[in-house]
């Protein structure tokens, strides 16, 4: 027997005739089960499928009846009330059990995998690509599944497409490739490789003008119409046919994973490059990357809107966003694109957009449900990316996970532990980026733990990568640090006094004022002078001109307490929330609790020093590697004391 599902849903007997496989819903029953290759399929997900909108009351039963005359029309010869071995029953669901090369669309799968890895499978390719008789699943109509399926499964054809072509021109024949490749070229516009692949054709075929005039014509498509700056192998073979290489010449094509081309140098791309530089650079990042997701949703294909949303795997170190509305668009437009995309998205896409997700879901100014949604996306992202063993996808993966690990206060050795792997795995793979953010996140957990020894030579280290890489951002935040480790240095005999760390702070906020990232620099200066006052026993700094940014609630009873203003201080502890999971919880909790030991709110202080019980061997703030307050042990055998008199 075989089953087509390249095109209507069809099956044959192995004498070539067809089996009645029934109405519309018997055919959508066993194309499901095709999609499934061999898996289980539920009774409630089949019934899901099959009605979307309001399963019919005996929508089991009904189920059933489709099941059973499939049986017989698969299996017309099996004798009466023997099992199945085709539509077998499992567990609470059906699964088809059929050998992978008697099902059309198994076949295209396999033959694509091994021609990934070998040239030689070349004419396989071409005979599996002719298989297709149209859209797969093509008279399952509005069924969200197969529309998944018929997403994915295109994305596949064009691949092998591309794949066939660029074999047979690496190995100079191509004869028939142009016409094919026009209409290739015409359902797939922004498909960059399928450009560059028609121009090699024409070419190839003696048409040199005409090669040149379709370079010129991926131009337009891609920049004016969507946004896409031409990538390098189509620079590259524009130059090489302008400077009169042969026409079989093959330009040194860039490929990614198995045999998957890389998409266009994007918007987005150059979005990546921005974002490193800092400054006026890094904001403008933030838009064109937003403007390159607009216009590829715009074109309808998902395959390119994953790849452009996953492709910004800029490493992010801190937990609040500088741009929140622009970060929740990302985040929502990789939360449609991966259920568009469905279960049988291609994994590496899955990992981008997942990844994507836990980077972007910044903890600060989240809904619980959101942070859920987050933290599921990282422990996914990680776990895909292992099975993969792509070392780049699992880092940016576990720099989602690293964002996502500040659930509660007192997690800097587990932190230190991600940092770990990132620099492991950017050291031993050639991820620089990655590994200045693995110094960095080492760099935080040794200085929440008050190991500063550890933590300067993290920043060392840091700073050296970053001056090979050029990546100026780095030694704003290593300033930053230095200031911090005078803070802690000043309570010592012969350290700083506080008015020379008060102006390393001051000169560190300075650089860090113009950077473009107003998540990480608002508030923070007053935050840090306010930790070195209580450092040394000091009130509150006073100046009106200091801007707390989203420290306030936080710092405010503090503030009114210094001031002499009681009332308003229990008013403002009083409404204060309990900090979010970020780099600061363990300062915004130690700062609420020393205001309420001083407003004696036995409550208040009993709920800090529940929160900072883990985090007693951490030093509050220094978790951002920025900034201190002090050993968080100070303020929660206070705030133990306070509750402990109720």
């Given at each position: 027997?075989?089953?087509?599902?390249?095109?209507?849903?069809?099956?044959?007997?192995?004498?070539?005739?067809?089996?009645?496989?029934?109405?519309p819903?018997?055919?959508?029953?066993l194309?499901?089960?095709?999609?499934?290759?061999?898996?289980?399929?539920?009774?409630?997900?089949?019934?899901?499928?099959?009605?979307?909108?309001?399963p019919?009351?005996?929508?089991?039963?009904?189920?059933r009846?489709?099941v059973?005359?499939?049986?017989?029309?698969?299996?017309p010869?099996?004798?009466?009330?023997?099992?199945?071995?085709?539509?077998?029953?499992?567990?609470?669901?059906?699964?088809l059990?059929?050998?992978?090369?008697?099902?059309?669309?198994?076949?295209?799968?396999?033959?694509?995998?091994r021609?990934?890895?070998t040239?030689?499978?070349?004419?396989?390719?071409?005979?599996?690509?002719?298989?297709?008789r149209?859209?797969?699943?093509a008279?399952?109509?509005?069924?969200a599944?197969a529309?998944?399926e018929?997403?994915?499964?295109?994305?596949l054809?064009?691949?092998?497409?591309?794949?066939?072509?660029?074999?047979?021109?690496?190995?100079?024949?191509?004869?028939?490739?142009?016409?094919?490749?026009?209409?290739?070229?015409?359902?797939?516009?922004?498909?960059?490789?399928?450009?560059t692949?028609?121009?090699?054709?024409?070419?190839?075929?003696?048409?040199?003008?005409?090669?040149?005039?379709?370079?010129?014509?991926?131009?337009?498509?891609?920049?004016?119409?969507?946004?896409?700056?031409?990538?390098?192998?189509?620079?590259?073979?524009e130059?090489d046919?302008?400077?009169?290489a042969?026409?079989?010449?093959?330009?040194?094509?860039?490929?990614?994973?198995?045999?998957?081309?890389?998409?266009?140098?994007?918007?987005?791309?150059?979005a990546?490059?921005?974002?490193?530089?800092?400054?006026?650079?890094?904001?403008?990042?933030?838009?064109?990357?937003?403007?390159?997701?607009?216009?590829?949703?715009?074109?309808?294909d998902?395959?390119?809107?994953?790849?452009?949303?996953?492709?910004?795997d800029?490493?992010?170190?801190?937990?609040?966003?500088?741009?929140?509305?622009?970060?929740?668009?990302?985040?929502?437009?990789a939360?449609?694109?991966?259920?568009?995309?469905?279960?049988?998205?291609?994994?590496?896409?899955?990992?981008?957009l997942?990844?994507?997700?836990?980077?972007?879901?910044?903890?600060?100014?989240?809904?619980?449900p959101?942070?859920?949604?987050?933290?599921?996306?990282?422990?996914?992202?990680?776990?895909?990316?292992?099975?993969?063993?792509?070392?780049?996808?699992?880092?940016?993966?576990?720099?989602?996970?690293?964002?996502?690990?500040?659930t509660?206060?007192?997690l800097?050795?587990?932190?230190?532990?991600?940092?770990?792997?990132?620099?492991?795995?950017?050291?031993?793979?050639?991820l620089?980026?990655?590994?200045?953010?693995?110094?960095?996140?080492?760099?935080?957990?040794a200085s929440?733990?008050?190991?500063?020894d550890?933590?300067?030579?993290?920043?060392?280290?840091?700073?050296?990568?970053?001056?090979?890489?050029?990546?100026?951002?780095?030694?704003?935040?290593?300033?930053?640090?230095?200031?911090?480790?005078?803070?802690?240095?000043?309570?010592?005999?012969?350290?700083?006094?506080?008015?020379?760390?008060a102006?390393?702070?001051?000169?560190?906020?300075?650089a860090?004022?113009?950077?473009?990232?107003?998540?990480?620099h608002?508030?923070?200066?007053?935050?840090?002078?306010?930790?070195?006052?209580?450092?040394?026993g000091?009130?509150?700094?006073?100046?009106?001109?200091?801007?707390?940014g989203?420290?306030?609630?936080?710092?405010?009873?503090l503030?009114?307490?210094?001031?002499?203003?009681?009332?308003q201080?229990r008013?403002?502890?009083?409404a204060?929330?309990?900090?979010?999971?970020?780099?600061?919880?363990?300062?915004?909790?130690?700062?609420t609790?020393?205001a309420?030991?001083?407003?004696?709110?036995?409550?208040?202080?009993?709920?800090?020093?529940?929160a900072?019980?883990?985090?007693?061997?951490?030093?509050?703030?220094a978790?951002?590697?920025?900034?201190?307050?002090?050993?968080?042990?100070?303020?929660?055998?206070?705030?133990?004391?306070?509750?402990?008199?109720?």
């Amino acid at each position: 027997m075989r089953i087509d599902v390249l095109g209507a849903v069809r099956a044959f007997r192995d004498d070539g005739s067809p089996v009645p496989l029934g109405g519309p819903r018997h055919r959508e029953v066993l194309g499901r089960l095709v999609a499934a290759e061999g898996r289980m399929v539920t009774t409630e997900t089949l019934v899901d499928d099959l009605w979307a909108d309001q399963p019919p009351a005996r929508a089991v039963g009904a189920l059933r009846t489709f099941v059973a005359a499939l049986r017989r029309a698969l299996e017309p010869g099996r004798p009466p009330r023997t099992p199945s071995g085709v539509l077998v029953t499992e567990g609470p669901g059906y699964a088809l059990r059929v050998p992978r090369e008697d099902v059309d669309v198994h076949r295209f799968q396999d033959v694509l995998a091994r021609a990934r890895r070998t040239p030689g499978e070349v004419t396989a390719l071409g005979e599996a690509l002719a298989a297709w008789r149209g859209p797969a699943y093509a008279d399952v109509t509005g069924s969200a599944w197969a529309e998944r399926e018929r997403v994915r499964l295109e994305e596949l054809r064009a691949e092998a497409v591309e794949l066939r072509a660029r074999l047979l021109l690496d190995r100079g024949e191509g004869s028939g490739l142009v016409t094919d490749l026009r209409e290739h070229v015409a359902g797939h516009p922004w498909r960059e490789p399928a450009w560059t692949l028609l121009a090699r054709a024409l070419h190839h075929a003696g048409r040199r003008a005409d090669a040149l005039d379709t370079l010129r014509r991926a131009r337009t498509a891609l920049a004016d119409q969507l946004g896409l700056d031409p990538g390098a192998d189509l620079l590259r073979l524009e130059t090489d046919i302008l400077g009169g290489a042969a026409p079989s010449a093959a330009p040194a094509a860039t490929w990614t994973g198995p045999g998957v081309p890389l998409g266009p140098r994007t918007t987005v791309d150059l979005a990546r490059t921005l974002a490193l530089a800092g400054g006026d650079a890094l904001v403008r990042s933030r838009s064109d990357r937003l403007a390159a997701i607009t216009a590829a949703e715009r074109t309808g294909d998902l395959a390119l809107t994953a790849r452009i949303i996953g492709a910004y795997d800029v490493p992010a170190l801190w937990s609040r966003a500088d741009d929140p509305a622009q970060s929740r668009a990302v985040v929502e437009a990789a939360v449609r694109t991966l259920a568009a995309l469905g279960p049988h998205a291609p994994a590496d896409l899955t990992v981008r957009l997942l990844a994507t997700v836990a980077v972007e879901s910044r903890s600060a100014g989240l809904t619980p449900p959101e942070r859920d949604r987050a933290r599921d996306a990282a422990r996914q992202a990680e776990a895909l990316a292992r099975d993969l063993g792509d070392p780049a996808l699992l880092a940016f993966a576990l720099n989602g996970v690293f964002l996502q690990s500040f659930t509660r206060p007192g997690l800097a050795a587990a932190r230190d532990r991600t940092g770990a792997e990132i620099l492991d795995l950017a050291t031993a793979h050639d991820l620089p980026a990655f590994a200045v953010l693995g110094r960095l996140v080492r760099l935080q957990s040794a200085s929440a733990l008050g190991d500063l020894d550890t933590a300067s030579a993290h920043a060392e280290a840091a700073e050296r990568l970053a001056a090979a890489t050029e990546a100026p951002l780095l030694p704003l935040l290593t300033a930053w640090f230095r200031a911090r480790v005078a803070a802690a240095r000043s309570t010592e005999p012969g350290g700083p006094s506080p008015a020379t760390v008060a102006a390393h702070y001051r000169t560190a906020d300075e650089a860090l004022r113009t950077a473009g990232m107003p998540g990480l620099h608002r508030g923070l200066l007053p935050l840090a002078l306010l930790g070195l006052r209580l450092l040394h026993g000091r009130p509150a700094p006073a100046d009106p001109r200091l801007d707390w940014g989203p420290y306030r609630p936080w710092t405010e009873p503090l503030l009114l307490l210094d001031q002499g203003r009681e009332a308003q201080a229990r008013t403002a502890l009083t409404a204060a929330p309990a900090p979010p999971p970020d780099h600061l919880q363990e300062a915004l909790w130690c700062l609420t609790a020393r205001a309420a030991v001083r407003l004696g709110d036995q409550d208040t202080a009993a709920r800090a020093a529940t929160a900072l019980r883990d985090a007693r061997t951490e030093h509050a703030g220094a978790a951002s590697g920025l900034l201190t307050l002090g050993p968080v042990a100070t303020y929660l055998e206070e705030a133990e004391r306070c509750a402990d008199t109720r």
